[in-house]
């Protein structure tokens, strides 16, 4: 004979497990969305790739947009190689964060082609398009546009130029400043960095900085 109270006690274990479960999938999802709408940017050059080998600046310390312009074809921009921050990127991206680009390249065909080759696959991509505005500019220009949209959360700013970082902290991002974050991750491997932590001192960002960058700082839920 089947006790009622065993049979009672099985259906409510299985009920709960069933809610539990449901519960789990649903606190689950709000969190990949959560996630979604926190935006991680990268710059490109001096921060994802090292395009030095092409640089537009000359001896005189001076950029010559013409000299970068003559060498943005597949023939040099193939030999360009990666920094360490290409492997947060790719985290990130696994992770769920909306990651974009915010370069001032002007970006032509072998561009693309070379993200395509690397696997760099930007959520959005915010670029120069036939203007002469300086860098920080552009880039000011281009972060309002794109915040604008709703549910677009300003998170992490990757740039190796202050300027750029000056700007992203105005729209509320968290400045990460991509030369200490490059060397960090070269350095992590080594037993010793003694001598290196003297030479990466002046690029750690400000402590200020560094707590801003928990998770769910900017995340504000709206009702």
């Known amino acids: 004979m089947t006790n009622k109270n065993t049979n009672y006690s ?21 969190h990949q969305k959560m996630i979604k709408r926190l935006v991680i940017a990268f710059d490109l050059d001096g921060t994802l790739i090292d395009s ?12 010559y947009l013409e000299d ?30 909306t990651v974009i680009a915010v370069t001032a390249r002007e970006l032509r ?7 395509e080759q690397n696997n760099l696959n930007f959520d959005f991509i915010l670029s120069r398009e036939d203007s002469k505005q300086l860098d920080h500019e552009l880039k000011n220009g281009k972060l309002a546009e794109f915040l604008s949209e709703e549910n677009r959360i300003p998170h992490l700013f990757y740039d190796d ?23 960090k991750a070269v350095v992590k491997d080594f ?17 200020s900085d560094m707590a801003k960058t928990t998770l769910w700082k900017h995340v504000a839920v709206k009702e």
């Open 10 to 30: 099985i259906e409510k274990y299985l009920s709960s497990k069933k809610n539990n479960e449901k519960l789990e999938k649903m606190f689950l999802n709000e």
């Open 68 to 97: 970068w312009v003559a060498k943005s074809t597949w023939e040099y921009i193939q030999k360009d190689t990666l920094l360490p921050l290409y492997h947060l990127y790719h985290a990130y991206k696994e992770a769920g964060f």
């Open 191 to 207: 037993h010793s960095i003694r001598n290196i932590n003297e030479g990466i001192e002046e690029f750690k960002p400000k402590q």
């Open 52 to 63: 030095s080998h092409r640089s537009g600046y000359r001896e005189d310390g001076k950029f």
């Open 109 to 115: 065909e072998g561009d693309y082609r070379y993200f």
């Open 161 to 183: 130029k202050d300027d750029n970082l000056e700007v992203a902290r105005k729209y509320g991002f968290s400045p990460m400043k991509a030369q200490y974050h490059n060397l």
